[in-house]
């Protein structure tokens, strides 16, 4: 692959294929109902990739002006956060992986199904403190499961294997949103910060005399 494919990988494609499977190794089953919160950014479009080619029923949660983008990565469903908060449908999912949690990890639990998983990857201090003192107390109560993810292998051999084989395949495709060079580094990052990357932003090295290079800035 090229090395702008290349470069969207090793952080983003590992935490979702990571996220995706609990910590014994068991992944998200086939049939399962599986959300995605922020789907459109950095981990979210691969997790929903992932999630897809493992016959999962997905929905994406993403903001209004990215519905369209979530919904051309192969989700079933989109809810815009802006107008609808996933936790208050009613609706029960077997699977919740939330790759920048913002809000009450019980309102999160409310969402799950019994035995179900709720799994965060970053996002506020509060949500993070939650995740990691507050959901293991809370799986003493019940038969759902929510927390922090803390069993990130980064570079495990098997699952860059995966990774690889499934672009390799067709089965996932980074969504790179645009391409800076690297003298726009700055401009690259404020894009990101801004929350207006569908996907990845990638910086093009190009060093004299040789091939260009590419290199993750979201």
Request: net charge positive.
């Amino acid at each position: 692959m090229g090395f702008e494919i290349a470069a969207t990988l090793p952080h983003s494609a590992m935490f979702a294929l990571q996220g995706l499977r609990d910590r014994s190794g068991r992944p998200v089953q086939k049939g399962a109902k599986v959300l995605i919160g922020g789907a459109s950014g950095n981990v979210g479009p691969f997790a929903v990739q992932i999630a897809k080619w493992l016959g999962a029923e997905v929905t994406g949660v993403c903001r209004t002006e990215k519905v369209e983008f979530v919904r051309s990565l192969g989700a079933d469903h989109v809810i815009d956060y802006t107008k609808t908060d996933f936790t208050a449908t009613g609706e029960r999912y077997h699977w919740i992986l939330d790759t920048d949690s913002h809000q009450s990890i019980f309102r999160s639990r409310r969402a799950l199904r019994p035995g179900g998983r709720y799994v965060t990857l970053g996002g506020g201090a509060f949500a993070l403190l939650q995740g990691v003192v507050v959901g293991p107390l809370l799986a003493l109560f019940g038969s759902r499961r929510t927390g922090l993810m803390m069993w990130w292998k980064p570079f495990n051999a098997t699952d860059v294997a995966t990774i690889t084989d499934l672009v390799l395949a067709g089965h996932l495709t980074p969504a790179i949103d645009r391409r800076y060079p690297l003298s726009e580094t700055t401009d690259a990052l404020r894009w990101v910060d801004e929350g207006r990357a569908k996907g990845k932003v990638v910086i093009i090295v190009a060093p004299s005399g040789s091939a260009q290079l590419g290199g993750d800035a979201s």
